[in-house]
């Protein structure tokens, strides 16, 4: 089986600090000798080098320094904060709450250009509707054990997604069909989200493409979400987390399958069809 995004995020921690004693032993330093070149404890030297302490840049930047491989210390400090940011618990991220949560993408939102957001079981965070956020939300809330600020966290989400009606930014959005038959809330708060998606579809910066579950021969199956900012960052959510990718051949292997899954994808009045079909099955 493939490693979980846990011990993958650990497994880029060990190849950094791998990489940082080959740079030692190369330079024919021991620990304490590097230790005493940065001006730090020798202890601290062993935590690095097995991983159990994270480097900062400034560390990384001293030990190149100290190991005459300055010309390194960029991709290695590249590495240690790919390694650091790429698996972020939801707990551990929503521990000041979930409205907290949702104010902390509003940077990321505010320097991207092109979204991209690929989703297989709900309805993509740029188009929900209050009621609908507000139910995910809270059960999410309950789910993690976490205080229920579900109604304080969707009016935030709704708010941050305001930024669709801001120029100079494009919203290219696919869902699976099922998406638009999971309900969440009650029969009138679905009905409102199937309602925004007729008219949220229709802006100039949104795409909104359906894969339909009568799609035959896929060349990709359903994936798990995700979502990528311009070609700089992908985010995979998990039920326990989010993993944000940054090494640019794993972006590009979200865009490829981003763009299988787009091919597979109608819009327009077909799309509508079907978001109107769902709508009629909640009478």
Known sequence: MPASPSSSAQAAREDVARRLRSLRRTAGLTVTELANRCSWHHAKTSRVENA???????????????????????????????????????????????????????????????????????????????????????????FLGLPDDGPE???????????????????????????????????????AQ??????????????LGIIPMATRDRPLWAAETFSVFDRDLACVELISAEVNITQPSEIRLYLRAFEQLQS?????????????RAVEALR
């Open 264 to 276: 597979l994808a109608v819009y327009g009045a077909e799309a509508r069809t079907l978001i109107v």
């Open 153 to 191: 966290a969707a009016a935030a989400r709704v708010d941050r997604s305001r930024i669709i009606h801001r120029a100079g930014r494009r919203f290219v959005l696919l869902v699976e069909e099922a998406v638009l038959r999971y309900q969440l809330g009650d029969a009138e708060a679905m009905a």
């Open 194 to 207: 199937l309602g925004h998606l007729l008219t949220a579809g229709a802006l100039p910066a949104v795409s």
């Open 52 to 142: 159990r302490t994270p480097p900062s840049p400034t560390d990384i930047r001293l030990w190149c320094r100290a190991t005459g491989a300055d010309d390194q210390a960029d991709d290695l400090i590249a590495a240690s904060l790919h390694a650091e940011s790429q698996y972020t618990e939801w707990k551990r991220q929503a521990r000041d709450g979930l409205r907290r949560l949702q104010d902390s993408y509003r940077s990321l939102y505010e320097s991207t250009t092109t979204f991209r957001v690929y989703s297989t079981t709900l309805v993509p965070g740029f188009l929900q509707t209050e009621g609908y956020a507000r139910a995910l939300l809270s059960a999410n809330a309950r």
